[in-house]
């Protein structure tokens, strides 16, 4: 069995009491409820729980280590009543603690794969999946950790965060590479920066998509500096970084890149270009098709069955990283062909007269994006289902509204978790601003009735875009989750009313 010294070794700290030489662990724990002997118990402290205060009951628990930050004389036990055989430490940040000591537990697995983070305020979740899908047509076998939840060989778990905490990361990367791993792919969020999910991973490449402002509020970011400043931190943790050069401050966060950096864009000169975009809408097919050119002779004529400029550029990132890695250009063009990503752009439900795309757009950014790709298709209408989630910022509703009403040719405005909000609230904050800039709307509460609604009155040659959920298969109201996914709700409304 290790000593607590053993997964010391990253962490610089103080021994407050106690020798780590001489205690023997066998876990990690942040939860009071779960410290027993031979476990490490941190103290952490969060928004609205410090859980120093659990001491006493972690001591009469039996934990044989404790990390804490607060000086002894804070505590709330004195060093006097310590047991003989408890090792008590000091560290400036129990969090980046925590995720160092994970990966101890774990054995470092992360260490032992080739692992690529992606970042970004969006094209996160579907370039990561981009380059699973490049890696395993190419017989490698790979995990993703995401806002999908993680999957590998077969096997998925739901996650509550895009970038989960960090000792539930590295017992996903042991289980991974302990089932096979070769690659691990995950989506680094501003938010796992900054609360030190993913201090002490070394990523062996790092992706940077794009950034506008976003997650910026209570319990998220103070300012969009800052949001900048997590999002750059990606850089300091990889071998190799990968930027879009086409991005806002693109140039500012190259010239502060501390790793070797290659870039890929559409407008600029870059290391990996594309070039040549068509916008193709068939029966069968509803997607883009361009050229790549890039290092060591890179030439592909790529076939996306995705939608949209924005896409292109998700599928730079994938195909850039993968060339660098060293994939077969065939490999990289077969699944480009058939890549698929749930709620991303998906398209649910096509007939002669709709088509009906699930989107997880929940910022005004994020749906101007989707809803200029979807006008690149000429459709007769454009139409938009969506709502605002409750208890978050209301500058999301402002400019969600804002941008349905130059952009949308009708909006249907509807719940989106609601959470501890009223659903008319929140749809009165959005028509605050899509109502004077003249945006054409519909009310209706009820998300299953707006879906139907929609579809029920669709025109020939209509686009409808249900946005804000995605792959989301819940509504929150009141505390209380319920199943709901707005593709089932498609299915079963082409269903029911045999459209």
């Known amino acids: 069995m ?30 009071s409820r779960k410290a027993a002997p031979e476990t490490v118990f941190v103290c952490m402290k969060g928004a609205n729980v410090d859980s120093h205060s659990f001491l006493p009951e972690v001591i009469r628990q039996g934990a044989s280590a404790i990390v804490v930050e607060e000086e002894p004389k804070k505590l709330p036990v004195s060093l006097e009543d310590l047991p003989d055989g408890v090792a008590l430490i000091r560290v400036d940040s129990a969090r980046e603690a925590l995720a160092k000591l994970s990966a101890a537990r774990f054995g470092y697995p992360a260490r032992e794969m080739t692992v690529i983070a992606v970042t970004g305020t969006k094209g996160k979740t579907t370039t990561a999946h981009m380059i699973r899908s490049i890696l395993e047509t190419a017989g490698k076998r790979c995990g993703i950790i995401g806002t999908t939840g993680v999957e590998y060989c077969g096997r998925h778990f739901e996650t509550k965060n895009t970038t989960p905490e960090s ?83 693109a140039d500012e966060l190259l010239q502060n890149a501390p790793c070797k950096m290659y870039t890929f864009a559409l407008d600029r000169t870059a290391d990996f270009m594309g070039s040549s975009i068509e916008h193709v809408h068939t029966d069968q097919f ?26 292109v550029y998700n599928a730079m990132a994938a195909i850039s990283v993968c060339s660098l890695i060293g994939i077969d250009s065939y490999r990289i063009l077969e699944a480009m062909r058939y890549v698929k990503v749930d709620g991303r752009v998906e398209i649910a439900f096509k007939n002669s007269r709709m088509t009906v795309i699930v989107d997880y757009a929940h910022n005004a950014m994020a749906m101007e994006n989707l809803l200029s790709t979807l006008r690149a298709y000429h459709p007769k209408r454009l139409v938009v289902v969506f709502g605002c989630g409750g208890n978050r910022s209301k500058e999301r509703r402002y400019g ?29 904050d959005i028509k605050s601003t899509l109502v004077p800039a003249g945006g054409k709307y519909v009310e209706v509460p009820d998300r299953r009735e707006a879906i139907q609604y929609a579809m029920t009155h669709a025109e020939d040659g209509d686009m409808i875009a249900v946005i804000g959920k995605g792959h989301e298969d819940y509504n929150e109201v009141n505390g209380v989750r319920t199943h709901f996914l707005d593709r089932e709700v498609i299915e079963e409304t082409a269903r029911q009313f045999g459209l």
């Open 167 to 249: 000792y539930d990361l590295h017992s996903y990367f042991r289980k991974m590479r302990d089932a096979g791993c070769e690659y691990l792919v995950m989506e680094a969020s501003s938010q796992g920066f900054k609360l030190h999910r993913t201090d002490g991973i070394q990523f062996d490449y790092g992706i940077f998509t794009n950034i506008e402002p976003d997650h910026i509020g209570p319990n998220e970011h103070k300012d969009f500096a800052e949001y900048k400043y997590y999002k750059s931190m990606i850089f300091r943790q990889s071998k190799v970084g990968l930027l879009n050069l086409d991005a806002d401050y």
């Open 286 to 311: 509803t997607g883009v098709e361009f050229q790549v050119r890039g290092r060591n002779r890179l030439r592909l004529d790529v076939k996306l069955d995705l939608p949209g400029r924005y896409n």
């Open 2 to 31: 290790p000593k607590f010294s053993d997964w010391l070794n990253d962490i610089n700290y103080t021994v407050v009491h106690g020798n780590p030489d001489k205690v023997e662990v066998s876990e990690v724990v942040f939860d």
């Open 400 to 428: 969600m509204g804002e941008t349905a009403a130059k952009m949308a040719d009708l909006s249907i405005l509807t719940a989106d978790n609601s959470r501890y909000e009223k659903t008319e609230d929140i749809i009165n």
